[in-house]
């Protein structure tokens, strides 16, 4: 995987649950499929999910900067307003 291709971060929300996944991909479509297709153990008892954040970034480190910070305290909370 080079550094010049796409990431994004997402945050997919549990329709059931008061419950918000946060995570990193190259293929959003494939990796919310993955989620919802009960693929992924973290997120499995969580379902189903809608997609509540989509961002894209240049690369790979930009993204986990991203990333961390929507999983902090202060991220979840904004997280929280969008859902």
Request: charged share 30%.
């Amino acid at each position: 995987m080079s550094e010049s291709e796409v990431f994004f971060v997402y945050a997919i929300k549990s329709l059931n649950r008061n419950y918000i996944y946060v995570g990193l991909t190259d293929n959003i479509e494939r990796r919310v499929n993955q989620h919802n297709n009960g693929r992924s153990k973290t997120t499995k008892p969580y379902l189903p999910f809608k997609l509540i954040l989509k961002e894209q970034y240049p690369n790979r480190s930009a993204a986990r900067v991203r990333e961390k910070y929507l999983k902090s305290g202060i991220g979840k909370e904004y997280l929280k307003t969008l859902s």
